[in-house]
């Protein structure tokens, strides 16, 4: 493997970064050198800027609750997100999460590819709610101005467009900036924890289940149950969160053992087995590029 792989305890490390999850970070990266982003995000925070990616987002709320706002088929919508719930947001769907204080979220999603790029959008108000028509957008690719974020921010702040609270005349979007998905319907929001339970014969029968559709998603989330169950990807990071019992990890002749709230970060191209006994549950996930590439 030329990467090793990354076994780190979720709670554990939550609780030695807790001090990132305060403004004005609020946020930490467990994992983000490589193909996918495993993010812990905390508050409160107040934002009304609302972004656009090409890849899709996993919310998962570990403590408290979250408010994510987004416009969905061009209508501003506020879905909240209850502690212990999953949501999967589509790509290129404009989003703005609204986080408060004493809250941890688990966020996943991957690095974009060479010709990909993002936007940082605001929306006209009317009686302090926003409406679906653009006041200010700022395109740029994530991985050269990442950092540069809060230099964005500003150049909002300081523009006549946040002044007057109207879009400057002629204005033309950037022709890199990412075509919004104005078709899909979300899904809302749905407690983990009773899918696994409604779903656990199924499950450890089968080996794995989908938690969402595996065809129209880039994101593949899985539940894995009792039994051996083997996979392999070839261009993306998998992301392994034992969250109940145990499980034996085997890629080639090494096995790696993880115990309830360990996880596991496998590089790509590495085929794996994941073995447990009945009562062991494992989330894995990960998010392949080549998928639904186009709107």
Known sequence: MEKPLVKLNVLQWIEENKSYFLPPVSNKLMHGEGQIN????????????????????????????????????????????????????????????????DTVGLVIERQRENDEYDSLRY???????????????????????????????????????????KPRPGTVLDQNTPAVDSESTLQDPFSLKHFIDINRANIDSEGRLAIFDTEHYQMQTFIYGKGETTDCTLVAETWIWQLEGQSTVQIGRSSTMLNQHDSLLIPPGNKFTVIQEAGSIALVCYQDPTKVRKL
């Open 38 to 101: 495993v993010m812990f995000v905390g508050g409160p925070n107040e934002r009304k800027d609302f972004h656009i990616e090409a890849g899709e987002e996993l919310f998962y709320m570990i403590k408290g609750d979250m408010v994510l706002k987004v416009l969905e088929k061009g209508c501003h919508r506020d879905i909240p997100i209850k502690e212990g719930e999953i949501f999967l947001l589509p790509r290129c769907i404009p989003h703005s999460p609204q986080r408060f204080g």
């Open 123 to 165: 929306f006209i108000e009317h009686d302090s709610k926003p409406r679906p028509e653009i006041l200010y957008d700022m395109t740029f690719q994530w991985n050269e101005a990442k950092d540069k974020l809060p230099e964005f921010f500003k150049r909002f702040f300081d523009s006549e467009e946040c002044r007057t609270g």
